[in-house]
């Protein structure tokens, strides 16, 4: 079976504290996806990477930024965490080669910032 | 570009009786439609795929869903409910050529005893 990990379930910090979340996938997957899902807003796409060293913006960039130096692993940064940076952050693995495509979700790592 | 409604963001239903989540979607491209499912403080997990094999589409746990191009709809259904299916459900439809998914915004499912 795919795994996907993540480094914390829960995590409070503090506003202006840089935030660090990472992710492993054991699939060899070339792509993996950084999501955050709130209520009624369903999951909105942060950042992909297709490939090591190679990243996209997702539909909500700001406030965030990636960093993949190996296949398995995609962290997601948080430079300088704010309040409405609250919430459920999702991290998902896929291999491109598979059509149609789908995504391997890990367990989620939910954040309060105060 | 592509989007995806789920038209109901709260469904009920009793134990036993058939479940409807109901999708609309819009793409620009013959699509790939997906439906996850999430239980409480898990992540997500893939329900079944649309391949454009079959219109319609068996998944696990029972489910099922119907790809209908004239009406852009891919409702999922299954006959009769369990209270193990109280959960989060989200249709998704995924752009080939932009490489990524759109998420519905989920519709919730309760399951009465």
């Known amino acids: 079976d795919v795994k996907v990990t993540q480094s914390s379930r829960y995590l409070v910090k503090r506003t202006g504290e840089k935030v660090f979340l990472e992710c492993v996938q054991d699939?060899?997957?070339?792509?993996m996806f950084w999501y955050r899902q709130d209520p009624g807003l369903g999951l909105r796409l942060i950042y992909f990477?297709?490939?090591?060293?190679?990243?996209e913006k997702g539909d909500i960039p700001e406030g965030y930024s990636v960093s993949r130096e190996k296949k398995e692993r995609f962290s997601l940064i948080l430079e300088s965490a704010s309040t409405n940076q609250t919430s459920m952050y999702l991290c998902?693995?896929?291999?491109?080669?598979?059509?149609?495509?789908?995504?391997?979700f890990g367990p989620g790592t939910r954040l309060t910032v105060t | 570009a592509q989007s995806v409604t789920q038209l109901d963001s709260h469904v009920s239903v009793s134990e036993g009786t058939p479940v409807l989540l109901r999708c609309n979607y819009s793409?620009?491209?013959?699509?790939?439609l997906f439906w996850y499912v999430q239980h409480p403080n898990k992540g997500l997990q893939l329900l079944l795929k649309?391949?454009?094999?079959?219109?319609l589409v068996k998944g696990i746990n029972g489910f099922e869903a119907e790809f209908k191009k004239s009406e852009t709809s891919f409702h999922l259904t299954k006959p009769s409910a369990h209270m193990s299916d109280a959960a989060e459900y989200f249709c998704?439809?995924?752009?080939?050529?932009?490489?990524?998914?759109?998420f519905g915004d989920g519709t919730t499912l309760t399951v009465k005893p």
């Open positions: 998902a693995s896929g291999d491109s080669g598979r059509t149609p495509y789908e995504q391997y």
């Open positions: 699939m060899d997957h070339e792509n």
């Open positions: 990477s297709y490939d090591v060293k190679m990243k």
């Open positions: 793409s620009s491209y013959s699509p790939s």
């Open positions: 649309y391949t454009s094999a079959a219109t």
């Open positions: 998704v439809v995924y752009n080939t050529n932009a490489g990524k998914s759109t």
